[in-house]
């Protein structure tokens, strides 16, 4: 289904079949017509930039999300894909190769700098990812309270080059030495912790890494009950990369220092909600304002769990819309329990140690859960948000496939448009909205069977998209995801079909857009008396960029 297409769809009736009788006299049925499902308009939003400090939180509204669903074609046969082919992710071969055969791997990003311009290390490429062991007895379901912050590397190869299967990434082990993030939990009670998503930043030439991560502490009983809400901690990690032609390790890591708290007044914590979500830090530079080095975060709207607190606003429809719901009825629905929103901190010291929180660039409260892994991506002038979020996570009356969620804007903070006609929408999984959700686990017999292909996405230089793969079918992943690529033009977005094979391109692939660091993070790149980098808050540029946009 094309653009022009999908418009049309949105409108159609569906007809009931004309009824033929045949007796002594042909008799015909009268033919019937549905009312078409009316969906609202998007809310306006003009893309204005505001100071990074300022109050304004631009929303992601019910009817802007509902424009999602609008795109769905109602009369797709069961099971099959009912979204726009150009905002689809293409379908993953069941015959997948594991990326590694002894550990399951998810949620990817690569080493890279402030700018978020993807670096290569004496000839080798580097990512990291969420790790958890294959045979430890526990299922790939179980893995999130086991996982660990894990390496792989290969070969830096020209542009294009074929990899082998799985990649070419070879698995280098844990980044950090095993307890040493369980330090920033001090006597909080445990009974087990885990490592979550982030983003790692190379300060300097001599192999300085900082990696920023969720530090996860659960209190669970004998049958896996939480005790006490489990506490995340946004937390900073410092470490040496090493290379030789043999391969890539790590030394450091030791100390760990805890940077942010949910506060309850911004972001919930888990006194006001046992399932709350915080983690997911994303650290960069933003050239507009290049003294300051900022932090964007997954969170949720402060306030006990459930309150009545969504907003005409959050809703966001005209006062005359015929499609626009009522306010109570939405609470009533239970849409309360959804209340993401995508966090704003900046550093207050040279070391980045220090963090102050400041408003939400963006909530969607009634609208989703989980606004999971957020970046911000330049691309010609403008600020690109990207955010993940599950079918599952979506409040009563909104839908939509597992996948990228994209807002455009002139700011880190903007009144954001939702890109493509104002969803939202950027890549999902093949998905039939008119079937049930289902599960990876326990998928719905009239489902698409690839709606749970790929998850965790994260936008590279140049439009490039990874992510992992979760459950194909009854097949399981664990795996790396072959890589995709998306054109950006204002504000939207395309599945570019030219890319790879019918749009799947190697697995895993994963490159390196820079070969060294700017100038501005060189050797001289300061660092304090324990070792740690420092940031000069320097801008320049070498021109070596292979990419207009990062």
Not at 412 to 423: A, E, H, K, Q, T
Not at 499 to 508: D, I, R
């Amino acid at each position: 289904m094309n653009r022009s297409q999908y418009v049309v769809a949105r409108r159609r009736a569906s007809v009931l079949a004309i009824t033929v009788c045949a007796s002594t006299v042909l008799s015909i049925a009268i033919a019937q017509t549905t009312p078409a499902v009316i969906f609202p308009k998007p809310t306006p939003h003009t893309q204005q930039a505001y100071n990074p400090a300022d109050a304004f939180t631009s929303r992601w509204t019910r009817a802007d999300s509902r424009q999602i669903a609008a795109m769905s074609d109602s009369t797709v046969p069961a099971g099959r894909n009912s979204m726009p082919s150009w905002l689809t992710m293409p379908d993953i071969p069941a015959d997948f190769p594991d990326t590694d055969p002894n550990v399951w791997v998810w949620d990817t990003w690569p080493l890279a700098d402030l700018y978020a311009d993807q670096l290569s290390y004496k000839g080798w490429e580097v990512i990291f990812a969420l790790t958890a062991d294959r045979h430890a007895g526990y299922s790939f379901d179980d893995r999130h309270t086991h996982a660990r912050l894990g390496y792989f590397y290969r070969k830096a190869l020209p542009p294009g080059s074929p990899h082998l299967p799985n990649g070419g990434w070879i698995y280098g082990g844990h980044v950090f030495p095993d307890g040493a993030s369980d330090v920033v939990f001090g006597n909080t009670p445990h009974t087990a912790n885990a490592e979550w998503s982030g983003s790692t930043r190379m300060m300097n030439d001599n192999g300085s890494v900082s990696v920023y991560y969720t530090a996860l502490a659960f209190n669970r009983n004998v049958s896996g009950q939480d005790i006490t809400p489990a506490t995340a901690i946004i937390t900073r990690a410092d470490g040496k990369l090493h290379a030789n032609r043999n391969g890539v390790w790590f030394t450091g890591f030791k100390k760990h220092k805890p940077l942010l708290r949910p506060d309850g007044v911004m972001y919930q914590n888990g006194a006001q909600n046992p399932f709350y979500n915080f983690r997911d830090p994303y650290v960069f530079i933003d050239p507009a304002h290049p003294d300051q080095t900022y932090m964007v975060f997954e969170g949720n709207t402060a306030g006990d769990r459930g309150a009545r607190t969504c907003t005409d606003a959050d809703l966001g429809y005209a006062a005359n819309d015929p499609a626009k719901e009522d306010l109570q009825t939405v609470m009533n629905s239970g849409a309360t329990f959804q209340k993401a929103n995508i966090g704003l901190a900046v550093a207050r010291n040279r070391k980045l140690t220090k963090w102050e929180f400041l408003p939400p660039i963006l909530q969607a409260n009634c609208v989703t859960d989980q606004t999971e892994r957020p970046q911000i991506y330049l691309k010609d002038g403008k600020y690109y948000l990207f955010t993940i979020t599950h079918r599952s996570t979506y409040a009563a009356g909104i839908d939509g496939p597992d996948g990228v969620l994209g807002f455009v804007g002139d700011g880190i903070r903007s009144d954001f448009l939702p890109m493509n006609g104002g969803s939202g929408l950027v890549l999902g999984n093949p998905t039939d909205l008119n079937e049930p959700v289902g599960a990876p686990f326990a998928l719905d017999p009239n489902q698409n069977p690839r709606t749970f292909q790929s998850y965790s996405h994260y936008v590279m230089p140049g439009g490039l998209v990874t992510s992992f793969i979760d459950a194909i079918g009854t097949r399981r992943g664990g795996s790396e995801a072959p890589t995709v690529r998306i054109k950006i033009a204002d504000d939207t977005s395309t599945l570019d079909t030219t890319y790879g094979v019918m749009g799947l391109g190697q697995y895993g692939d994963i490159p390196a857009n820079r070969r060294t660091l700017p100038p501005y993070f060189r050797q001289s790149a300061p660092t304090d008396d324990d070792g740690e980098p420092v940031v000069s808050g320097k801008t320049q540029d070498d021109g070596n960029d292979s990419s207009s946009d990062r």
